[in-house]
């Protein structure tokens, strides 16, 4: 069965600096991974996503991550921070059938000025 | 292009009493999804439907949850009688792809 695992619960950093929230994947079939953010009180937006191709993704608002099949990794990451990143990312995995993502717990990035 | 649509917000009922939610996708999405979203935790997949028709419900607690969608267009969630557990925020999302899902706000349900 897929699992997702967000090792950190929290990340504090400050403005400017550059982050990374880390995230392991355990799947037996073909690997489709997502980051989404969650603004307070909001829905969930999808940051990026790796279906295919090459491992380095980026996605909105200056984010990327890298899919490392060997280490079962999809790291999301950012060179420079803004107030406004302040949110919680989430990291999934498809599930399988078609569409159905399986969530891990969540990063709570916080940017301190 | 307008968003996936839920309501209400916020609901706070009693336990034993039933609630239900309301979601509209996004013109032309084939796929809908609702989540349940826990304090601390991820969403976890509800149910999933393609058009009026469900692929996927083997996570909804059919003794007391029930979903429909009826036309293939809006969805409706509900919950009776209702626990002090499922104090959540539930999601709904819809897709034309299956690989990039529209969330809307979630409605905070609050069981006392």
């Known amino acids: 069965a897929q699992s997702v695992t967000q090792l950190d619960s929290q990340v504090p950093v400050f403005e400017e600096a550059p982050v990374e929230l880390r995230c392991n994947y355990s799947s037996s079939v073909s690997v489709y991974l997502f980051w989404y953010v969650q603004y307070p009180n909001q829905g969930l937006q999808l940051l990026l996503k790796y279906l295919s191709g090459s491992t380095l993704v980026k996605g909105i608002n200056g984010f990327e991550a890298e899919f490392n099949k060997s280490q079962t990794s999809f790291h999301l990451r950012k060179p420079s921070v803004h107030i406004s990143d302040t949110a919680e990312y989430f990291c999934a995995v498809d599930g399988g059938s078609q569409g159905n993502l399986i969530f891990g717990k969540g990063t709570k990035l916080s940017v301190k000025p | 292009e307008a968003g996936v649509a839920q309501s209400p917000r916020y609901k706070i009922i009693e336990k034993r009493q039933s609630v239900a939610f309301w979601c509209n996708p996004i013109?032309?999405?084939?796929?809908l999804y609702w989540y349940q979203q826990i304090l601390g935790q991820g969403p976890k997949l509800l149910i999933q439907?393609?058009?009026?028709?469900?692929?996927?419900d083997s996570q909804l607690p059919k003794d007391r949850f029930s979903a429909e969608r009826l036309k293939g267009v809006d969805s409706t969630l509900k919950i009776q009688p209702a626990k002090l557990e499922d104090s959540a925020v539930y999601l709904c999302?819809?897709?034309?792809?299956?690989?990039?899902?529209?969330f809307g706000p979630g409605t905070r349900l609050t069981v006392t």
């Open positions: 439907f393609q058009n009026n028709g469900v692929v996927d």
């Open positions: 013109s032309g999405h084939a796929t």
């Open positions: 999302a819809s897709s034309s792809s299956g690989y990039e899902q529209y």
